[in-house]
């Protein structure tokens, strides 16, 4: 069963600060990704990666970063948080040969 | 540029009933449509997809058919079950360039069952 875990699950911000949330995949799958959920907004992607040491802009990249730094594990960073960036964040794997994205459960952000 | 409709943002339906969420789309192309569903505090998990014009897919009870003369994708199920209520996602996979593999979503239609 292909599996994709996320750390924290819940995590309390306070604004201007730092906030690295975690990504583990054990599928072996080259991309991986990072998208936020918002009502009414669905699913937006902010960044993804092909494989270790790279990453790419997805649709939404500001005011994140992000880091592959193995096959394994993709963080996503947020240098100066702010409260726009309270949401539920989801980290996926995939690979285009499969046809099929990997969810992880979530991790849900909260920035005071 | 790339973009998927989902028109309605809620559907409620009494159990028994038959389930359509509607799905459109826009891109230049290659086209490979999917849908996801996710559960109350659960991951989006694959529920169906298809790249080929024409052909009902199915799955799970529920079935789509790519129509790529109306550009659609819509979800269908003959009857609804308390089970099925969750948050449906439409999504587009791009295949270009840098892109390659990436997917873009609608955004996502709740559905609530009520007996």
């Known amino acids: 069963e292909a599996a994709v875990t996320q750390s924290p699950r819940n995590k309390v911000a306070v604004t201007g600060g730092k906030v690295t949330l975690s990504c583990n995949q054990t599928n072996n799958h080259n991309n991986m990704y990072w998208y936020r959920q918002d009502t009414g907004h669905g699913l937006r992607l902010i960044h993804y990666?092909?494989?270790?040491?790279?990453?790419e802009k997805g649709d939404i990249p500001d005011g994140y970063k992000a880091s592959r730094p193995s096959q394994e594990n993709f963080s996503l960073i947020l240098e100066l948080a702010t409260p726009s960036q309270t949401s539920v964040y989801f980290c996926?794997?995939?690979?285009?040969?499969?046809?099929?994205?990997?969810f992880g459960p979530g991790t849900r952000l909260t920035v005071l | 540029g790339d973009s998927v409709t989902q028109t309605e943002g809620l559907v409620t339906l009494t159990e028994g009933l038959p389930v359509m969420l509607n799905c459109t789309y826009q891109?230049?192309?290659?086209?490979?449509l999917f849908w996801y569903v996710q559960h109350l505090n659960e991951a989006p998990k694959l529920l169906l997809k298809?790249?080929?014009?024409?052909k009902r897919t199915e799955h799970q009870g529920f079935h789509a058919t790519l129509h790529k003369s109306s550009s659609s994708f819509h979800l269908q199920k003959s009857s609804a079950q308390l089970s099925d209520s969750a948050l449906y996602y439409c999504a587009l996979r791009i295949d270009r360039g840098s892109a390659l593999g990436r997917l873009h979503f609608g955004a996502g239609t709740q559905l609530i069952v009520i007996p």
């Open positions: 990666s092909y494989g270790a040491g790279s990453t």
């Open positions: 298809s790249s080929t014009d024409n």
């Open positions: 996926a794997s995939g690979d285009p040969d499969i046809y099929e994205q990997y």
């Open positions: 891109t230049a192309y290659s086209t490979f």
